[in-house]
């Protein structure tokens, strides 16, 4: 690199970190200014464009936002390490596009956003709207309809692979585990964001497999959370911005689906902790009188198997927090039903 390019991009990140500043102070038409500025110096770089569409879409200038985000996507879209500013790039071209009626192009970002984060509810509610709404394809005969398939599989963006993952937390951290055997410690790439993950995988067939994790269920301390590959897994330990706050779910997407018990609130206060103690000590040897409830259940899960701790999360997910068992084999048969303390109802949420 050129010692006038290297002085460009110098100047092109102090434009751009006074007009992060801008943004956050409310001043858009400020920070619109030296994003422009920032991008002049370097048109290179998708988090710029991204950026700016923002505060466009901020000064009421949809069809400027609409256009900066579709150059976003397209400068982050063959880089890794950029998976999580693609995915919104495409999030928000797609929504910005539907507002000015441009359909087609709209559900084009939205189908990619959606291979890339099957779980987004925004994303996919926003496409079943847009999909109707788009153009018609011709009926082709045979040899055009194999053209216009090959020229389909070219465009549209690799679908996020089906790896399993589970996750527990602590008072300090939510540990993520991708399982994933034979991985090189090398070969793993972890971008931590505030309330977003983004895993990056390079296998030894040359193939990648990306995950995007966003938005998470609470904020995280980037700075503060760390990953470590394993021998069949990759453990992802992501800090508590708030110590001690309980994640119902790893995502917020999983959340909204989920049925709320109304009855039982936020705090749990009506879980009866010693009947699932006591549950707990039939199952294992360790007995809630010889220590407390919570050092109980830190003791069964840090020295259980894999089945066991598949047992453990689902049946208290599954009955949101009522029920804890450690049989696999039988909480494996299908959901676990809520069920909440003798002096109350559970309820499904409604808005």
Not at 125 to 132: A, I, S
Not at 315 to 331: F, I, P, Q, R
């Amino acid at each position: 690199m050129s010692q006038k390019a290297a002085a460009s991009k110098s100047a092109a990140k102090t434009l751009f970190q006074r007009a992060n500043e801008a943004y956050f102070d409310d001043e858009f038409e400020q920070a619109e200014s030296l994003y422009t500025q920032a991008i002049a110096s370097d048109s290179t770089v998708g988090d710029y464009y991204l950026k700016r569409a923002l505060v466009r879409n901020k000064l009421e200038n949809t069809a400027g936002a609409a256009k900066d985000a579709r150059k976003a996507a397209d400068l982050t879209a063959d880089k890794t390490e950029c998976l999580r500013q693609y995915f919104k790039a495409l999030h928000m071209h797609g929504k910005w596009a539907y507002e000015l009626k441009e359909y087609d192009d709209a559900a084009e970002s939205l189908r990619k956003a959606a291979l890339i984060n099957p779980s987004h509810e925004e994303v996919k509610d926003l496409l079943d709207k847009t999909e109707p709404l788009t153009t018609p394809k011709p009926v082709a005969s045979a040899p055009e309809e194999e053209t216009l398939v090959a020229d389909s599989a070219v465009e549209v963006a690799p679908k996020r692979p089906q790896v399993r993952h589970e996750w527990y937390q602590n008072d300090d951290f939510v540990i993520l585990e991708v399982f994933i055997k034979r991985v090189q410690k090398d070969a793993a790439s972890i971008d931590f964001d505030k309330k977003a993950v983004s895993v990056s995988v390079k296998m030894p067939t040359g193939s990648e497999n990306n995950f995007e994790f966003d938005p998470l269920m609470h904020e995280i301390v980037p700075g503060e959370s760390t990953f470590e590959v394993l021998s069949t897994k990759i453990e992802i330990r992501m800090k508590k911005a708030l110590a001690g706050q309980k994640w119902s779910h790893l995502e917020e997407t999983e959340a909204q689906k989920s049925n709320k018990i109304s009855s039982l609130g936020t705090s749990r206060q009506g879980i009866s902790w010693d009947s699932i103690a006591a549950d707990a000590e039939k199952q294992t040897n360790v007995k809630p009188s010889d220590q407390g409830v919570n050092q109980l259940f830190q003791s069964i899960f840090k020295d259980a198997d894999d089945d066991t701790r598949r047992a453990m999360m689902k049946s208290y997910v599954e009955s949101n927090g009522t029920a804890l068992s450690t049989d696999w084999k039988s909480v494996s048969k299908g959901p676990v039903e809520t069920v909440p303390p003798s002096d109350t109802i559970a309820k499904p949420y409604s808005r």
